[in-house]
């Protein structure tokens, strides 16, 4: 499997792998005019495979690029990776309809798209922007995993709200949108557990599309 970071104003993935790179960077090399043409390898960790951003910045190293620069940016991380037999292909896209996923569209054959969203109304209104530009990209929208949903009590285990529901009427869920996971405000190892058998389910509707 391989993870593709296109949120490129937080390229957080490879922190959350604990593989970070840690020294700034100064110089890039985006595109060659002249001489061999060599694509990068992904960095592989414990066998997963990650193009990001993040290998090319220190870990708290601002990304100071101007928009145009980081559509070039986009598409070298798209085109210039030399990924190995993969069976699935994870991109990881920053929240909103940004110019990346048009950066993307064209250049990857993408399968289908998983929405993430927390209960409030905001959340909701900015992500069926997103579900709506997928639907004029002709993505499928396989689902959508809401985040941080509730917070359980340590004593008596009853559900408490952090953020004030949206209407229904309001949400991604009334737009057909099916709703794969519901995930607490919880630590990571409670957050995996409820994700247990998502990836299963996620592969099952891919070979079905």
Known sequence: ?????LDLYAPDIPAMLGIAHTKWSHVWTLARTTGAHTR????????LFVASTGFLLGEDQPMGFEASTLELL???LIDEVAWPALDY??????????AVQHVLAPRLKVSGAIVVVTPQRVAHLDTQKVV????????????????????????CG????????ADQAHTIWEM?????????????????A????LADQIAAKLDAS
């Open 132 to 155: 709506r530009l997928y639907q004029r990209l002709r993505t499928p929208v396989l689902g959508g995993v809401e985040n941080m949903a509730f917070l359980r009590c340590p004593h």
């Open 194 to 197: 409820a994700l247990d058998g």
């Open 176 to 192: 057909g949108v099916e709703r794969l996971a519901r995930l607490a405000f919880a630590p990571i190892e409670l957050q995996l």
């Open 40 to 47: 990068e390898s992904p960095v592989e960790h414990e066998g």
């Open 158 to 165: 009853k559900e408490v709200e952090l953020f004030p529901p």
């Open 89 to 98: 292909l994870v991109v990881d896209l920053p929240a909103g309809t940004s």
């Open 74 to 76: 986009a598409r070298h």
């Open 1 to 5: 499997m391989g993870i593709l970071d």
